[in-house]
């Protein structure tokens, strides 16, 4: 079993929907969560950063963390065509060492 | 401010050959990290720098790979007698002190080997 597993999709929603971006993980001592934006060619962009479990809210996109579920979300509100791009979970222990999840690609239609 | 910059943006080499790739991080970073990105793959950790400590190499996949940080800014990570399995994108981070899990990529540089 892979220590980060996410779906590679690819996701495809029509502009306004709301879309459901999810990672699951086998390591519990993972305390940070990360999700990142890579546009094609691209190097990837932090989007949003989360300590332990909770919800964490910015603009359009809620980040979600259930540790004892060992399961990450990332809502995004109100998808825009801008939003396609593949998105990646990433997470780490304490700290320096990200481990990525291989990434889902989206596309939001106009 | 500027970004992490990256050297070439693309190298294309034979087999065989050897590759250096340049990455210039956000100034006043410290923390330096190499990542790869196969196609398909997820990122895979390389190599991280840490000030003056001795670099974190546990992610290099063979000795051909190597990385060096000069002056604790610019850093050069080199790959001899390249394999076709080494094509990929290398990308590098940085991340300012105290936050080392928010990091900043480059653009990557999309090494192929023939």
């Known amino acids: 079993q892979k220590e980060v597993e996410q779906d590679p999709g690819p996701l495809s929603v029509p502009e306004g929907a709301i879309v459901s971006l999810n990672c699951t993980y086998s390591?519990?001592?993972?305390?940070?969560f990360m999700w990142y934006r890579q546009y094609s060619r691209k190097g990837p962009e932090l989007l949003m950063y989360t300590y332990s479990s909770g919800n964490k809210e910015d603009g359009r996109f809620t980040a979600q963390v259930d540790k004892s579920s060992k399961y990450i979300s990332l809502f995004i509100r109100d998808s825009q065509p801008s939003d396609s791009a593949t998105y990646l979970c990433?997470?780490?222990?304490?700290?320096?060492?990200?481990?990525f999840g291989k990434g889902t690609k989206l596309t939001v239609n106009p | 401010g500027a970004g992490v910059s990256q050297s070439p943006s693309n190298k294309v080499t034979e087999k065989g050959k050897d590759v250096e790739l340049r990455c210039d991080p956000i100034?006043?970073?410290?923390?330096l990290y190499w990542y790869r990105q196969s196609l398909g793959q997820g990122l895979e950790f390389l190599i991280y720098?840490?000030?003056?400590?001795?670099?974190?190499k546990s992610g290099l996949p063979s000795d051909r790979f190597s990385a060096e940080r000069t002056g604790g800014s610019v850093s050069t990570l080199t790959i001899q007698r390249t394999q076709q399995e080494d094509s990929a994108v290398y990308l590098c981070?940085?991340?300012?002190?105290?936050?080392?899990?928010?990091?900043?990529f480059g653009p990557g540089t999309r090494l192929t080997v023939l």
């Open positions: 990433a997470m780490s222990p304490r700290s320096e060492k990200l481990v």
């Open positions: 720098f840490q000030g003056n400590s001795a670099p974190d």
């Open positions: 390591n519990s001592a993972f305390q940070y």
């Open positions: 100034s006043g970073h410290t923390a």
């Open positions: 981070a940085s991340s300012p002190q105290g936050s080392y899990n928010e990091q900043f």
